[in-house]
């Protein structure tokens, strides 16, 4: 099946794609983009169903699914196995893709799938929430994201340090949650119990957060008894979108990845 994505391209050199957590967009990775692109050709997507890109034709994917289109959508581009990072959702398909072999390496930040049932559940349900904030009438979303104070309290579950997101990118995030159609799809195929169990055979980083509040930090432990063969590393004062809290931080993990041979 041949799939609509939307993506923002810049910089020159080995391919590296970078695929956002659910109810986000390509825009999360901003702050670590010009810094990844001065060594690489860097492809930061929307997932279907997120930010610009629509629903596939046939609806919203599972795992299995999403990675098969991804790889699909990617030989289309003429983009050969390229590097990829992903945060959250987008964590574990970067490692679905390591393991399927369609990736050179894998940074996978924060990535679903190295839950307990009882995590799994905390975490579909505060981002649920986060989402029902969103959903407030338009112009009550856009007053609250121009206050400091507010716009921190919005955030203070995805990141360490929201008060460094201005206002305009802290609507345009809220905005690309709350219009997302394939986030409650995904959230349900979450709570069903998508579990990683891959095995990659190329470089691969697992990198955690030690202040992420949605995937907690000891499912990295999981992730370390599962990925004994990957390279870990835990991200001081970090939350779960470590692209905004150590934006410098982040692009030293991602490189130092994509060198690895």
Do not use: K
């Amino acid at each position: 099946m041949t799939i609509e994505v939307a993506y923002e391209r810049r910089g020159a050199g080995e391919p590296l794609l970078l695929i956002h957590g659910i109810g986000h967009h390509w825009r999360a990775w901003e702050p670590v983009l010009d810094t990844l692109a001065a060594a690489h050709d860097v492809i930061a997507i929307d997932l279907p169903g997120f930010g610009r890109s629509p629903v596939p034709p046939g609806g919203m994917p599972d795992m299995a699914e999403s990675v098969a289109q991804l790889a699909g959508w990617l030989a289309a581009q003429g983009i050969h196995r390229p590097h990829v990072a992903g945060n959250s959702l987008g964590g574990a398909i970067a490692l679905e893709l390591a393991a399927a072999g369609h990736v050179a390496s894998a940074t996978a930040i924060s990535p679903a799938g190295f839950w307990t049932r009882r995590h799994r559940r905390y975490a579909v349900a505060v981002l649920t929430a986060l989402r029902w904030g969103t959903l407030l009438p338009g112009p009550l979303v856009r007053a609250n994201m121009r206050p400091p104070a507010t716009r921190a309290l919005a955030f203070a579950m995805l990141m360490n340090h929201p008060g460094r997101l201005d206002a305009a990118r802290a609507l345009d995030d809220a905005l690309a949650l709350r219009s997302a159609p394939g986030f409650r799809p995904v959230a349900r195929s979450a709570a069903r119990g998508y579990e990683y169990r891959g095995t990659p055979t190329v470089p691969v980083t697992v990198a955690w957060g030690d202040r992420d509040r949605i995937l907690l930090p000891r499912q990295a432990v999981t992730a370390r008894e599962r990925l004994p063969q990957a390279h870990h590393v835990t991200l001081p004062g970090c939350g779960h979108v470590p692209m905004s809290d150590d934006p410098d931080l982040l692009a030293q993990v991602i490189l130092a990845t994509t060198s690895r041979r």
